[in-house]
């Protein structure tokens, strides 16, 4: 069988497995549960770490307040939601930020959901998918908070020094803490179109050095043409993206069916 | 007691005192000897980083620090102690290096913060603050970090993730100036000292917190005490195993929640 061979047969591989994936259901869903749920076979996702909660660390005034009207059913999964799923039926394990929870910052909680997550992935030796989105470190859990840098860039250094395979994906926006952490530690780091990823917000910039920024600064687009990413995917070709990586590592040690 | 007699805000005016003692007086005072190196062998050298070796009672220990400078002449020459990429690069190149020839790291922080920039950026400002952490993290030589004077957000980070964390009484160390906290939260940087006020940024509340080893006193014999102290931990830590080292640097980030 020749390469060509091999490849229009996964080729067509794909496509059925694509055409025999149900749609997502209607139902609205939490943003990085619907993400999930379009990147991941039907029904493979499987929930974890879902009963972490703050411990309001710094007894910042009013946080309580309002983590308990984020969470009014009490089952909201915070920032981050983690677990494992199935990427056309190669199994891997999955964080998602989850954006519409304070900004997808990063405090006690999330940071505590990569490490376990990273953890976890290590034990199983399954590959590691991470999309975050996220304004950085949780102001109200101060210290604590930036300390989740640490404890997340160590936890996917350990899986990757391991032998993991970390795909980070940075979707809008990634900034501060977060960028600066774990999510700029892939070993393949990809992008959405049009994404604002940083380390400084634009605000910050524009107030420090007293001029507007340029058209497109901190887009995926400018960080592609500088060095800082591998690839610019878009949202409906990130399954097969990733799938296609998967399979390109299938046969190392963390990417088996 | 000073840490009662001094309110959070009025320390965090003492730590960014111009007058307050900078990485040059404290290396005259702690090493018998001491060389420079420059550069991250990528682009530039960042003048706000200063490394190289000094010899610490007869041993030799690689010193990587902010420099922030003593008037308007130097302050704009090494950028008020801002990092830029190029600076965790460097810091990152004389890490490996003391991997290579066993040296131990000390690392003094004083910075308002990592660089918002648009260089800064363009070269990937949040890429090296994680490769630096990183780094940190899997150091396989014993490092010591004092926070001399500001330690502010994943800039002061970047240089703090060590073994051994300790702090001068009047330091503040902290997720983000007390202005940039008071922005996001409030959107008003006039309340950083309400915000101080709150966020744990001295060194008692972070010794108390966990985050901080010792917390050293500002008086006639500090560099004298803080000598001594390097010479004994550096000896401790001396004798610990690379496994053992690396595996409760891991642990001691890793139970942060």
Partial sequence: MSINDIFSKRRRGWAKLEKARKPAKKKQLRIAHKRIEQLCD?????????????????????????????????????????????????????????????????????????????????????????????????????????????KTAQAVERYRAAGGLFISCLTHPTTGGVSASYATLGDIILAEPGALIGFAGPRVIEQTIGEKLPEGFQRSEFLLEHGMIDMIVEQAAMRETIYKLLKLHEGGMFCER | MNAESLSAYERVQKARETKRAGIYDYIEALFDDFMEFHGDRLYRDDPSIVGGIGVLDGMPVTVIGHRKGKDTGEQIKYNFGMTSPEGYRKAIRLMEQAERFNRPVLTLVDTPGAYPGIEAESNGQSNAISGCIAKMCNLKTPSICIITGEGNSGGALALAVADRVWMLENAVYSILSPEGFASILWKDASKSALAAGLMRLTADDLKNDGFIDTVIKEDDKLTEHIRKLLISEFHDLGNIRTEELLKKRYARYRKVM
């Fill in chain 1, 42 to 150: 039907d029904k493979s996702f499987k929930e974890m770490f879902t009963r972490l909660r703050t411990a309001d660390p710094i007894k910042f005034p009013g946080y309580m307040e309002k983590i308990a009207e984020l969470d009014q059913n009490g089952n909201a999964t915070e920032a981050f939601v983690a677990g494992t799923a199935k990427i056309h039926r190669i199994k891997v394990a999955i964080g998602v930020s989850d954006p519409g929870f304070m900004m997808g910052s990063m405090g006690t909680v999330v940071g505590e959901k990569i490490a376990l997550l990273a953890e976890y992935a290590a034990k199983k030796r399954l590959p590691l998918i991470i999309f975050s989105a996220s304004g950085g470190a949780r102001m109200q859990e101060g210290m604590f908070s930036l300390m989740q840098m640490v």
